[in-house]
């Protein structure tokens, strides 16, 4: 076993201003997500609970209608099948975690982040 180290892994890039990391176990994601400023998540939903840590930046959540703005340093749970989209207010950089993990990302069946 050895540390997983970020900034030797490459970002995905899915759409503009939009890139992403991952690491997968048998049970969890945890993804470092980059956003430009301006750059949207559309709307989604998915059998996953979610912890979303703004480690920089801020972001303007809309969880099922409801508007919330997070910033570096805090943290939002979204619960499962919750609607959910993300507009980045500034550049950001936010760590994302998954329960269970997002075989959807795995498989690459995530078309909603790759417009």
Same mark, same amino acid.
Request: glycine share 8%.
């Given at each position: 076993?050895?540390?997983?180290?970020?900034?030797?892994?490459?970002?995905?890039?899915?759409?503009?201003?939009?890139?992403?990391?991952?690491?997968?176990?048998?049970?969890?994601?945890?993804?470092?997500?980059?956003?430009?400023?301006?750059?949207?998540?559309?709307?989604?939903?998915?059998?996953?609970?979610?912890?979303?840590?703004?480690?920089?930046?801020? #972001?303007?959540?809309?969880?099922?209608?409801?508007?919330?703005?997070?910033?570096?340093?805090?943290? #939002?749970?979204?619960?499962?099948?919750?609607?959910?989209?993300?507009?980045?207010?500034?550049?950001?950089?936010?760590?994302?975690?998954?329960?269970?993990?997002?075989?959807?990302?795995?498989?690459?069946?995530?078309?909603?982040?790759?417009?």
């Amino acid at each position: 076993m050895r540390p997983h180290v970020w900034a030797e892994e490459p970002v995905e890039e899915l759409g503009t201003g939009l890139g992403r990391q991952m690491l997968n176990t048998e049970h969890l994601t945890v993804a470092r997500i980059h956003l430009a400023a301006g750059a949207i998540v559309p709307a989604h939903a998915h059998h996953n609970e979610q912890v979303a840590t703004v480690l920089e930046g801020r #972001l303007r959540f809309l969880v099922d209608g409801e508007e919330i703005e997070v910033g570096a340093g805090e943290s #939002l749970a979204i619960p499962a099948q919750a609607l959910h989209e993300v507009v980045a207010l500034t550049d950001a950089l936010v760590l994302d975690v998954f329960s269970p993990r997002r075989e959807d990302w795995i498989r690459g069946d995530d078309s909603y982040l790759r417009r």
